[in-house]
């Protein structure tokens, strides 16, 4: 592998760019209209200029046009990253029709993977614990009540095909059950142009736990442990761990294994995401696979000490896997803060707009994986990500600690993020103690946000004074504390507005 095609853009790009570097492959990018200025575009080989293409599908959607881009600048593979055609089984097929080396699993695993309704049968037929649930697609309001009514209430209603939370509704009762049947479907259509929905048995108040599989074209097939995803709101991941303090040994290792025979049975190879739900009594159940790789694989990387985006670009080159079961070793905690251009009073509605000034904190325990820069726009027509903040520590307990503090060093003005709830959340006793489940946000975090309109000015004032409090405590690292001194709020106030 000589050159690839990144067809794909923002951070993963930036990512997948520093790997291709230490393995000395070049890498080419595309230039678009909507970001001319992007921050990936100077860190890449090659540029195809594509801003002369003004349509509305971006040409990370263009499965024509990426295969045309590919050829044109000699690219001998496509690492398609994670969203936009990452899951895309026929964008997968014409890589390989036009002998472009796809960095990532087999069309057909991706195919069977990705339309949950074919996942799910696979799934039964491989004994992997599963909820209750319709044996394939609800095609009716008819069909879903009686379904509902054999497996019994709360249900939840699903798209057969994507993922991210979009195209799923729960139903409590009969008479809420065809409403939610048709937003679901409707759902499903406008997002994935596919109606398709199944059931499951709802299960109430679980953690969501996936575990990292790396797998390569010759049978071998291992897992990286497991992450902790169930801090999320609407559906969508906010905030990653790993490992994960529900888990013992016993209880990782079964998990483990289950995930591994998910991955077997479907010829999977690459990096891969196998996830589940984990209820009160430490039951599992098979939700989903994810066959790319994740937003949150850093958290992985950093407890395993493995580069996953160099194993899949060796796993794709044909290369077997060097690692075996009993190499892997979890070592320390990870978190992971996805920092997003989100308002989170509006419900964590998307906020874009221009940077106007931006600071990310260093040191050893802190990683920060980011396309964006000061002066960068967060495009409208694009995801809100404005960064990812991976903290580590010896254990949960230090990995808090560090987060909190790199927290509290991350300084982004112009636009609204998701920085206060992050601020909030690591000194929320429930948090911290690790027992929540992924109603945590909607029931837990929701009396701290503020509505009224005076409650920003407090919300303010809380978050300065909160600043204030903990620099006066971190006496060691600030050049301002003498023996015996305090500082003065007031003077640090006027040197935060200098920022």
Not at 334 to 342: F, K, L, S, T
Request: charged share 25%; glycine share 6%; with cysteine.
């Amino acid at each position: 592998m000589k050159r690839i095609l990144i067809a794909n853009r923002g951070e993963i790009a930036v990512r997948i760019i520093k790997t291709a570097k230490l393995m000395n492959i070049e890498t080419v990018v595309i230039k678009t209209a909507a970001e001319p200025n992007a921050m990936y575009l100077a860190m890449a080989d090659v540029v195809f200029d594509d801003t002369d293409d003004l349509s509305d599908i971006p040409a990370f959607l263009d499965i024509e046009k990426l295969i045309e881009i590919a050829l044109k600048t000699e690219a001998d593979s496509v690492h398609p990253g994670y969203g936009f055609l990452a899951e895309n089984a026929y964008f997968a097929q014409k890589c390989v029709d036009n002998k472009l080396t796809f960095i990532g699993p087999s069309p057909d695993a991706i195919y069977k993977m990705g339309n949950k309704t074919i996942a799910r049968k696979l799934a039964l037929k491989n004994d992997i614990p599963m909820a209750m649930g319709s044996k394939g697609n609800v095609t009716s309001e008819e069909q879903a009540l009686m379904v509902a009514n054999q497996i019994g209430y709360p249900i939840i209603i699903k798209a057969a095909s994507g993922g991210g939370g979009r195209g799923m509704r729960i139903a409590w009762h009969d008479e809420e059950l065809p409403k939610m049947f048709n937003l679901a479907s409707n759902e499903a259509a406008k997002a994935f142009n596919d109606p398709n929905v199944f059931i499951e048995k709802y299960i109430a108040n679980p953690k969501h736990i996936e575990f990292q599989i790396l797998a390569d074209q010759h049978g071998n097939v291992i897992h990286l442990g497991e992450r902790e995803c169930s801090i999320q709101r609407k559906h969508q991941k906010l905030l990653e761990e790993a490992p994960s303090s529900a888990l013992s040994e016993e209880l990782r290792k079964e998990m483990g294994e289950v995930a591994v025979r998910i991955a077997s049975a479907v010829g999977y190879y690459s990096a891969g995401t196998v996830e589940f739900l984990l209820d009160s009594a430490g039951k599992f159940y098979f939700m989903e696979m994810n066959t790319r790789i994740q937003v949150e694989h850093p958290v992985t990387e950093e407890i395993t000490g493995i580069d996953l985006i160099e194993q899949q670009i060796r796993v794709a080159s044909g290369e077997k896997l060097q690692l075996k079961q009993e190499d892997i070793q979890l070592n320390g905690w990870a978190i992971e803060c996805r920092i997003n251009a989100e308002d989170v009073q509006a419900g964590f509605a998307p906020a874009p707009g221009a940077i106007d000034k931006l600071i990310f904190p260093t040191g050893e325990n802190i990683r920060v994986d980011s396309g964006i820069e000061q002066g960068s726009t967060i495009a409208s027509n694009f995801d809100s990500m404005v960064a990812k903040l991976i903290v580590t520590g010896t254990d949960r307990q230090d990995a808090l600690i560090n987060c909190k503090k790199a927290l509290g060093k991350v300084w982004i003005k112009g636009i609204k993020t998701t920085l206060p709830f992050f601020r909030m959340l690591v000194r929320e006793p429930q948090f911290i103690s690790g027992q929540f489940t992924t109603a945590f946000v909607e029931k837990e975090m929701e009396k701290f946000y503020f509505s009224k309109e005076e409650d920003e000015q407090i919300a303010a004032w809380l978050a300065t004074k909160l600043f204030v409090d903990e620099q006066i405590a971190d006496q060691d690292r600030n050049v301002d504390f003498e023996q015996g001194k305090r500082i003065n709020p007031w003077i640090l106030n006027k040197r935060l507005k200098q920022f």
